[in-house]
């Protein structure tokens, strides 16, 4: 009976700090430090000390790695789980990544196992989004499923990304956006467009840059420098060289003062004035007082920022909870 009780315990014991150990990897970061790139948890500690010569973030619970000028994918303890034989690697997302294989030159999926996920290569493709991705094998684009099969015909000179439930594309002049099946959901007369995010979309017309919404409606005209998609409900906008930010009903959220901006991300936007980088929340109040020399976003209440030389990450009160201590660093992302 004592030796069951003591087995139970151990058990209970070990699950419990693989749950606190778990639980602390949910979200960690790139970070580099003398040239080469590891990642961190919310507290800076190395979770996977710096040993690679390019990072991206966990996505899907595997990372994108360089070693030397080969990409492969790690796992949460930095070892290779798909070992670095690509020329170029992108996020997982939908349980496949595209990759570049070596031999033919051209980009491939693969699954999880490093197992090519089927056999049609691409001269181009983009990351899966939505059980679509937008492919092209020839001069033409269109989009595939997770088998490789083009579930929509590659007869477009460009395609995008789903996003919204629209696919965005352009052929002979026209651009819009596709539904899943295929077929029109938008039609334009714009000169260009960008991805439909919060039921918006970048619009491009002989003016300038505005925004319009899913049914095409002008909720922005189209009469500034530029504009970016959508994050968190507000899309940024340049005019007469400064920027501001617009809802979905095209109410100018945030004046047209800033010098450059971020979208937003965890309700708060990096801005920069002058020569510094601070934050704002949704409503335009400045949160973080300008006083960093680069800023990034924040996921997960943190986010990167750079003093001098050497990049920190704050808090959501802007105080620096990891010191700046890295020569380069990217925001934190859940691993999952």
């Not at 150990?21 to 990642?39: D, I, M, P, V």
Request: net charge positive; aromatic share 12%.
């Amino acid at each position: 009976m004592k030796t069951l009780l003591k087995t139970l315990t151990l058990v209970l014991l070990f699950s419990a700090i693989g749950a606190s150990r778990a639980e602390a990897q949910t979200y960690l970061a790139g970070a580099s430090l003398n040239g080469k790139w590891g990642f961190v948890d919310p507290k800076g500690g190395w979770v996977v000390q710096p040993k690679f010569d390019e990072v991206q973030n966990f996505s899907e619970g595997l990372a994108c790695a360089k070693s030397g000028e080969n990409w492969g994918f790690v796992g949460l303890t930095g070892e290779w789980v798909i070992q670095p034989v690509y020329k170029r690697a992108e996020d997982f997302s939908g349980g496949l990544a595209r990759v570049i294989d070596r031999n033919a030159g051209k980009w491939i999926y693969i699954d999880k196992t490093g197992k090519q996920a089927f056999n049609q290569q691409f001269e181009n493709c983009m990351n899966f989004s939505e059980g679509r991705a937008a492919a092209r094998a020839s001069s033409r684009w269109g989009y595939i499923d997770n088998t490789g099969k083009y579930v929509i015909p590659d007869t477009y000179e460009h395609a995008e990304t789903f996003s919204d439930g629209m696919g965005r594309v352009a052929i002979n002049g026209v651009y819009g956006f596709l539904n899943p099946a295929g077929e029109w959901a938008l039609k334009t007369d714009l000169e260009n467009i960008r991805d439909m995010k919060d039921g918006a979309a970048p619009a491009k017309g002989k003016k300038g840059w505005g925004f319009i919404d899913r049914t095409g409606k002008v909720i922005v005209p189209t009469i500034n420098e530029h504009a970016s998609n959508f994050s968190e409900g507000l899309g940024r906008c340049r005019n007469n060289g400064k920027w501001g930010y617009y809802d979905a009903t095209g109410r100018l959220v945030v004046s047209f003062i800033y010098d450059n901006c971020r979208g937003f991300s965890d309700g708060l936007a990096a801005i920069n004035m002058g020569k510094s980088w601070g934050f704002i929340d949704k409503t335009g109040k400045l949160v973080i007082n300008p006083q960093f020399d680069k800023a990034l976003d924040f996921t997960g209440g943190l986010a990167p920022v750079k003093q001098g030389k050497s990049w920190g990450y704050i808090d959501v009160t802007g105080k620096l909870v990891i010191p700046a201590q890295f020569t380069d660093a990217l925001p934190f992302a859940k691993t999952e």
